[in-house]
C-alpha cells in the first residue's frame, strides 16, 4: 500500500491519484493514518484485501490490537506485517513508564 503525508499529497496530488489506481493510498496526517484514497474503478473484492492492512495498522498503532492479532487481521504474515508497519513509520514496541525503570537498569549493569 503505497502512503504519502498531507504535505506531500499537496504537493503533488497527481503522484496519489496515479498510485490510487494500483492500489489504496494512506494519506497520514504526521506520522498517524487520517484517510484512504481509492480508485471507484477498483473491484470490491481487491479493495477489501488491500484495506484490511491499512485497518490492522490503525488498531495496532491505537492500542486496540496487539501485534499479533494485528498480524492476522490484515492477512499478512507477522513479518510482512511489520515491514507494512515499518514503512508507515508506527513503532512496534512503544516505551511507557517502565522503559525508562529498566534503562536505568541496564545502564549500571553496561557501567
Not at 24 to 39: E, H, Q, R, W, Y
Not at 61 to 67: E, H, I, N
Not at 92 to 104: F, G, L
Amino acid at each position: 500500500m503505497y502512503a504519502t503525508n498531507v504535505r506531500n499529497l499537496k504537493r503533488n496530488p497527481s503522484e496519489a491519484l496515479r498510485q490510487a489506481e494500483l492500489e489504496p493510498v494512506l494519506i497520514l496526517k504526521g506520522n498517524s493514518p487520517n484517510a484512504l484514497l481509492f480508485n471507484l474503478k477498483s473491484s470490491l473484492g481487491d479493495l477489501n484485501s488491500q484495506l484490511k492492512p491499512a485497518l490492522a495498522s490503525t488498531l495496532f498503532k491505537d492500542g486496540v490490537l496487539s501485534l499479533g492479532a494485528a498480524a492476522k487481521m490484515s492477512g499478512l504474515s507477522l513479518s510482512e506485517f511489520i515491514d507494512h508497519l515499518s514503512q508507515l513509520d508506527i513503532d512496534i514496541v512503544k516505551p511507557d513508564q517502565q522503559t525508562a525503570n529498566e534503562m536505568s537498569v541496564i545502564d549500571s549493569w553496561v557501567s
